[in-house]
């Protein structure tokens, strides 16, 4: 029995101490995003609110017209089977292009098809804007000059424990590294195609959450700290991936819906 006893007490003493694990916070922090921003030569965009159903083609940068060719705009391959989006692919390749179109439409414009415009802004015999409006009978190019993610530094947070006296608030100030959430930003141009006039510039942005509260769960070890994330079964979803195809789509289609407005005004 003694031998029994000591071996035990050696296996015991060898045993190597077990490492702390991180401690899972039901983080909340909230991000105000930057103001949107309208400029327009009011005197210029006076002539489309007296106009009967303004003609109007959306326009993409150049380094995306591929994806416009292809019509990729609804490409499921870039949303995984939890609904979520992946980052690896480009913001052009959801169904943007379509979201702005609509509500153009319903905002009373007449819009253009989009590749007949550039097979013509790419006709090279075509020298001139005034040719371009006779030839597509277009008055305006909106072009979609950026849409864009904006990194919101992430280096602390609060959380609420349930305590004897109610509700307690805790502040976590001191991660050790900086991380990222992520937002939003959206930028149009406005160009009359007759006089081949820039007269409105228009960018929306949208920040975690949208103005509101975040509530992630953060994982720290000491003051090491993991980038927000939420639980999917076994996977964490982090990053660019915690904004939804459904959240991007929303802040197009509200976007758009102001830009129209203020384009009317």
Do not use: W
Not at 132 to 144: A, N, Q, R
């Amino acid at each position: 029995m003694l031998v029994i006893a000591l071996f035990l007490c050696m296996a015991i003493a060898s045993t190597p101490p077990k490492a702390p694990s991180p401690v899972v916070f039901d983080g909340i922090f909230s991000y105000k995003a930057d103001r949107d921003e309208v400029v327009k030569n009011a005197a210029k965009v006076g002539f489309i609110k007296n106009s009967v159903s303004p003609s109007i083609v959306l326009r993409v940068p150049h380094a995306n017209q591929q994806i416009l060719e292809q019509d990729k705009n609804t490409n499921a391959n870039n949303i995984s089977s939890s609904g979520i989006f992946d980052p690896n692919n480009n913001l052009y390749d959801l169904n943007v292009y379509n979201t702005i179109e609509k509500e153009l439409l319903k905002g009373g414009f007449t819009v253009r098809d989009r590749a007949l415009f550039d097979k013509v802004l790419g006709d090279k015999s075509v020298s001139d804007y005034s040719k371009i409006k006779e030839l597509t009978e277009t008055d305006l190019i909106l072009e979609l000059s950026n849409i864009q993610y904006v990194p919101y530094a992430f280096n602390a947070f609060s959380y609420h424990t349930k305590g004897r006296h109610g509700v307690i608030n805790t502040n976590i100030h001191n991660c050790a590294h900086t991380i990222y959430l992520y937002g939003l930003k959206l930028e149009f141009k406005l160009i009359r195609v007759k006089d081949n006039d820039y007269i409105g510039s228009f960018t929306y942005n949208y920040s975690p959450c949208n103005n509101a509260p975040c509530d992630y769960l953060v994982s720290c070890l000491g003051d090491d700290c993991s980038e927000p994330y939420v639980q999917q079964g076994d996977v964490k979803i982090t990053a660019q991936r915690l904004i939804t195809r459904e959240i991007i789509t929303r802040f197009v289609k509200e976007s758009s819906q102001n830009l129209v407005k203020q384009i009317l005004e």
